[in-house]
């Protein structure tokens, strides 16, 4: 039987696209719409359907290349070259650019050591698939595909499970979230006035997934305290001259990672997570802490790898360097993996407190806000301290809260005098 090129169809105005993610192997069998592969651009996320059902013979594409119209994919034996050509050819001409940028039904990869899948409501393993055609129908019916759990090979959701799902919601069933949590009804907020619809971009759709997940999962339980950072602070501006020199600036965040570490192996419940089945728990003999970092296109954390054998000023360049390439999108899958324990500051936008939600598997994050000035009583008279918001949360079903509050004095403790970092 004749074999089939498989080319990249009209994307309107992309060219040059990366590649990644290719979701077929030679000897595949695939169906008409099921996706081929996985493009994104500056812009948007999208995947490749198949115009035709067959076996793949040859692919002739992998994940970091460039591609842009007319680019050979792979190669197809058809099952009915006359039956599928004409059906999946009409499928592509038909739809239109809106639909091909749509932000596809999220692939499902672990970013920082899960335990289960990225999406709280998905599957824990796998990867969700949809054609284009069962994306636009979900959209029209306000469907979120990551509650479906797709019939088709490797998990590709059909137009007959939108049909069934279709039908549960009319019968006034729940669907199968994982969490018994009915969805948030849909509404058509045209009717009060003018909207406009502005999609989120990959970052941000992968962060409320994987915070959504982590705040389902995970008791979250806060301890707020304050600790007096007034010799750490005057300490760091002596470095500052030296650190300077060197092309560094010394922020007081390394302190805390530095800080943490050692709190860390006193209290190594928090340096820890628990196993997937919850019967025991896993410590972690390596410290690695993720740095929340706030960036243009959303929230990312990569990671400072055996932090406690890492001065501040080898703490502090890397922080800066991680900082930069994060801005940039110059982070590699890698660097955001491998984290046991997280800060987050917001020091340099303000604020008395917050609530971070645990980076799980992570047991346990901290939190920073704005340092201020404040009275405190010495004993005689009240002296203006310098005086630092310490906001910890943590997962309850290891961590309780006489431990957490011990872990937090602990830290303030060590922040106040630093001199004791060197015992």
């Given at each position: 039987?004749?074999?089939?090129?498989?080319?990249?169809?009209?994307?309107?105005?992309?060219?040059?696209?990366?590649?990644?993610?290719?979701?077929?192997?030679?000897?595949?069998?695939?169906?008409?719409?099921?996706?081929?592969?996985?493009?994104?651009?500056?812009?948007?996320?999208?995947?490749?359907?198949?115009?035709?059902?067959?076996?793949?013979?040859?692919?002739?594409?992998?994940?970091?290349?460039?591609?842009?119209?007319?680019?050979?994919?792979?190669?197809?034996?058809?099952?009915?070259?006359?039956?599928?050509?004409?059906?999946?050819?009409?499928?592509?001409?038909?739809?239109?650019?809106?639909?091909?940028?749509?932000?596809?039904?999220?692939?499902?990869?672990p970013s920082v050591e899960p335990p289960a899948g990225l999406?709280?409501?998905?599957?824990?393993?796998?990867?969700?698939?949809?054609?284009?055609?069962?994306?636009?129908?979900?959209?029209?019916?306000?469907?979120?595909l990551t509650k479906i759990q797709g019939s088709g090979r490797?998990?590709?959701?059909?137009?007959?499970?939108?049909?069934?799902?279709?039908?549960?919601?009319?019968?006034?069933?729940?669907?199968?979230?994982?969490?018994?949590?009915?969805?948030?009804?849909?509404?058509?907020?045209?009717?009060?006035?003018?909207?406009?619809?502005?999609?989120?971009?990959?970052?941000?759709?992968?962060?409320?997934?994987?915070?959504?997940?982590?705040?389902?999962?995970?008791?979250?339980?806060?301890?707020?305290?304050?600790?007096?950072?007034?010799?750490?602070?005057?300490?760091?501006?002596?470095?500052?001259?030296?650190?300077?020199?060197?092309?560094?600036?010394?922020?007081?965040?390394?302190?805390?990672?530095?800080?943490?570490?050692?709190?860390?192996?006193?209290?190594?419940?928090?340096?820890?997570?628990?196993?997937?089945?919850?019967?025991?728990?896993?410590?972690?003999?390596?410290?690695?802490?993720?740095i929340a970092v706030d960036t243009p296109n959303g929230l990312?954390?990569?990671?400072?790898?055996?932090?406690?054998?890492?001065?501040?000023?080898?703490?502090?360049?890397?922080?800066?360097?991680?900082?930069?390439?994060?801005?940039?999108?110059?982070?590699?899958?890698?660097?955001?993996?491998?984290?046991?324990?997280?800060?987050?500051?917001?020091?340099?936008?303000?604020?008395?407190?917050?609530?971070?939600?645990?980076?799980?598997?992570?047991?346990?994050?901290?939190?920073?806000?704005?340092?201020?000035?404040?009275?405190?009583?010495?004993?005689?008279?009240?002296?203006?301290?310098?005086?630092?918001?310490?906001?910890?949360?943590?997962?309850?079903?290891?961590?309780?809260?006489?431990?957490?509050?011990?872990?937090?004095?602990?830290?303030?403790?060590?922040?106040?005098?630093?001199?004791?970092?060197?015992?």
């Amino acid at each position: 039987m004749a074999t089939k090129e498989i080319l990249i169809p009209d994307i309107g105005d992309f060219t040059d696209v990366d590649v990644i993610e290719v979701l077929v192997n030679p000897g595949d069998e695939i169906s008409v719409d099921e996706p081929l592969i996985t493009v994104e651009s500056d812009k948007a996320s999208m995947e490749i359907p198949s115009p035709d059902s067959g076996v793949v013979q040859d692919v002739r594409i992998k994940v970091g290349d460039k591609v842009s119209e007319g680019d050979l994919v792979l190669i197809l034996e058809p099952v009915n070259p006359s039956a599928t050509s004409t059906a999946g050819e009409n499928a592509i001409q038909s739809a239109d650019i809106t639909d091909k940028i749509e932000p596809p039904a999220e692939t499902v990869s672990p970013s920082v050591e899960p335990p289960a899948g990225l999406h709280p409501l998905a599957k824990d393993s796998g990867t969700i698939h949809a054609g284009p055609s069962v994306r636009r129908l979900a959209r029209e019916q306000s469907i979120d595909l990551t509650k479906i759990q797709g019939s088709g090979r490797k998990g590709l959701i059909t137009k007959e499970d939108i049909a069934n799902y279709l039908e549960d919601r009319e019968a006034g069933k729940s669907p199968v979230t994982g969490t018994g949590i009915p969805p948030i009804p849909a509404v058509d907020f045209t009717g009060f006035g003018e909207i406009e619809e502005i999609p989120l971009n990959k970052i941000k759709r992968l962060t409320a997934a994987n915070l959504s997940r982590a705040w389902l999962n995970v008791p979250h339980v806060m301890h707020n305290d304050e600790t007096d950072i007034t010799e750490a602070e005057a300490f760091r501006k002596t470095l500052k001259a030296e650190a300077e020199k060197e092309g560094i600036r010394i922020s007081l965040l390394s302190f805390f990672i530095r800080a943490c570490c050692t709190v860390l192996k006193k209290y190594p419940t928090f340096n820890a997570s628990l196993a997937p089945d919850g019967e025991s728990l896993l410590l972690k003999k390596y410290y690695h802490i993720g740095i929340a970092v706030d960036t243009p296109n959303g929230l990312v954390v990569p990671v400072i790898r055996d932090a406690d054998h890492k001065g501040l000023f080898e703490l502090s360049s890397e922080l800066m360097e991680l900082s930069r390439r994060a801005r940039e999108r110059k982070l590699s899958p890698g660097d955001m993996q491998g984290a046991s324990f997280t800060i987050s500051s917001l020091g340099g936008i303000g604020g008395t407190s917050f609530t971070p939600i645990v980076n799980a598997p992570e047991v346990a994050i901290l939190g920073l806000t704005r340092s201020c000035m404040k009275p405190v009583w010495d004993g005689s008279q009240f002296v203006p301290r310098l005086m630092q918001p310490i906001s910890l949360s943590y997962d309850h079903r290891v961590i309780d809260g006489a431990e957490a509050a011990r872990f937090v004095r602990e830290l303030g403790a060590l922040m106040h005098d630093i001199r004791r970092l060197l015992v």
